[in-house]
């Protein structure tokens, strides 16, 4: 039988197993599905040796099955990331740099980003657990840019599954943009009036509206979440540590990771890769000017301020929605407090604080700034002839001031997105335009379909822009609207 693993941050008394947690995306009383320190399966030292060289997916069935057991059999889940892990399709580079420092290049998939591996998994078992129930499902996803690209290739055209995508149409690149608006079919990209936290909102919102689901599907349980908040997309993130310790682990020492950080999701789930035996030392989160999180571990105080603009664009997140599970994991607890329909009042309440000092022994966070960025991307380009991109720029400042210039530990950078998708940002800084990866070319002149959100968002006392009553009323109209064309 399937080990109840996953509980709700939120309340614990919930406890489910993978397929059922995937299925619910998001967990009872609006909080996220997380697993005990304690019942992380453990990695025995031989199997994370025997990794070295081993293809990416057969690293991602010995890390992810003990997680599935009971819930799919071995046979099946190996074809399913097989096909996810095709390496013809998504293939995975760890790029020696200085030192001892490599860089990750996650960035090779069909959308160009991190979020296709995730995503790739995502949708793959979750069309699997579909048919075997004969059931559908729409997934809702907030984007602050690649997230919805990636989930939206990731599901179009699977024959179980609607796709709705939520971005701020201000705040992404017109080509992050149209991986998501060119596809049709059963990918719905909307564009909404506010900042990534209001599309966020909006998502979990509607997660948890059970009426709507029933009233429009007769179905309370139609919805269910591809964001970071699925633990569907969690943990296939804590493979991406392993496979770059396959890589580099002649240096037989443990591994530095440093992560660029929005929602959490890469960062949490290199977390439960050190839980699971992998040898990481310090787990470096950089961010940009959206500083929540460094400023926490620096002052114990939790704020939300309103989100900032950055040229690492899928980062522009205040409030990121893995940092309830990794305040769950050093045993504290953070929630969004909600009135009786559901809507957010207060962002971020820390009712119960965790291990502050642990946290600041095992993890590192600075905040990089705009103009950061730009000089970054400059530096990494002369010194190396590498040509990175905002993100991946983020991280390499974020690793370079943890180690303060000095590279003889074994670390490793992911870089998560392809420069071509930031090539204004990339010209800026270095005076170069880079290439044009081939897919994205192909959607430049492809029609859209774009629904859009255009009431104005709320603003709380702290001046950051929350979901409107309005807002989430206009979704429900569209929603309803296009399960009538399309269903």
């Known amino acids: 039988m399937p080990k ?62 003990p997680f599935l057991t009971g819930d799919i059999p071995v046979d099946d889940l190996r074809r399913i990331l097989d096909d996810a892990y095709d390496e013809t399709v ?50 809702a996803v907030a984007t602050s840019g690649d997230t919805g690209g990636a989930v939206a290739d990731a599901l179009h055209g699977l024959d179980r599954v609607e796709n709705l995508v939520f971005f701020p149409k201000d705040s992404i690149t017109e080509r992050q943009r149209r991986q998501m608006t060119t596809l049709k079919g059963n990918v719905h990209a909307f564009a909404i009036n506010g900042d990534f936290d209001v599309c966020q909102a909006l998502a979990k919102r509607l997660l948890g509206d059970k009426a709507f689901a029933k009233k429009v599907f007769q179905d309370p349980d139609r919805f269910t979440s591809a964001n970071s908040i699925s633990i569907g997309r969690l943990l296939p993130q804590a493979v991406y540590p392993f496979f770059a310790y396959s890589r580099i682990a002649e240096f037989d020492e443990p591994l530095t990771a440093s992560i660029p950080s929005g929602n959490f999701g890469d960062m949490m789930g290199t977390v439960i890769a050190r839980a699971m035996g992998l040898p990481i030392d310090t787990i470096v989160c950089g961010v940009n000017e959206n500083k929540e999180f460094p400023t926490f571990l620096q002052t114990d105080k939790y704020d939300v301020h309103p989100s900032v603009h950055s040229p ?100 490793v950078i992911y870089e998560t997105a392809d420069p071509g998708k930031f090539t204004d940002d990339v010209e800026k800084a270095i ?28 603003t709380n006392p702290q001046g950051a822009l929350t979901l409107s009553d309005t807002q989430y009323e206009q979704a429900l109209e569209l929603i309803s609207v296009i399960y009538n064309i399309s269903g």
Not at 432 to 458: M, S
């Open 4 to 65: 109840p693993l996953f509980y709700s941050t939120n309340n614990k008394s919930e406890r489910v197993n993978f397929e059922t947690a995937l299925m619910n995306g998001l967990a009872s009383e609006y909080g996220l599905y997380m697993i005990a320190g304690d019942n992380i399966p453990q990695l025995h030292p031989g199997i994370i040796a025997a990794m070295v060289e081993m293809p990416y997916a057969q690293i991602a069935f010995d890390v992810l099955s």
């Open 90 to 139: 998504i293939p995975t580079r760890v790029q020696h740099v200085t030192g001892k420092t490599y860089l990750m290049w996650l960035t090779a998939g069909p959308t160009y980003s991190f979020k296709d591996y995730a995503a790739r998994f995502f949708g793959r078992i979750l069309n699997y657990f579909l048919k075997q129930r004969h059931q559908r499902r729409v997934v």
């Open 312 to 411: 690492s664009s899928a980062m522009i997140v205040s409030n990121p929605s893995n940092f309830a599970r990794l305040v769950d994991f050093y045993g504290g607890h953070v929630y969004d407090a909600r009135d009786e329909n559901g809507k957010v009042v207060q962002e971020g309440v820390m009712d119960v604080m965790p291990d502050i000092d642990l946290m600041r022994k095992e993890l590192f966070s600075v905040s990089v700034s705009n103009p950061e960025h730009y000089r970054t991307m400059r530096e990494i380009y002369d010194r190396f002839q590498i040509i990175i991109e905002p993100h991946g720029a983020v991280g390499w400042r974020a690793l370079d001031l943890f180690l303060k210039g000095c590279h003889d530990r074994p670390a």
């Open 431 to 458: 005076d170069h335009i880079p290439e044009v990866p081939v897919g994205i070319g192909r959607q430049a002149d492809l029609p859209e379909r774009i629904y859009r959100i255009d009431h104005p968002p709320d």
